[in-house]
């Protein structure tokens, strides 16, 4: 697992619970910027696992 990945796992985790907090007390910014931080842990996520990739088949 590259390093990118396991950042990008933490920060869905957060935007999750973030989502989750906005829905339940009705902020729709807190909601909001719990969506975009999940989005953008997911992107992070693929990052990492491109890069692990890359690097598997250079080793091969």
């Known amino acids: 697992m590259h390093k990118d990945e396991a950042k990008g796992a933490a920060k869905d985790i957060a ?25 953008e842990g997911k992107v992070q996520k693929g990052i990492g696992a491109v890069k692990d990739a890359a690097r598997d088949a250079l080793r091969k």
Do not use: C, F
């Open 15 to 39: 935007g999750s619970i973030k989502e989750a907090a906005g829905k339940a007390t009705g902020n729709e910014r807190l909601e909001a910027e719990g969506v975009a931080e999940r989005l």
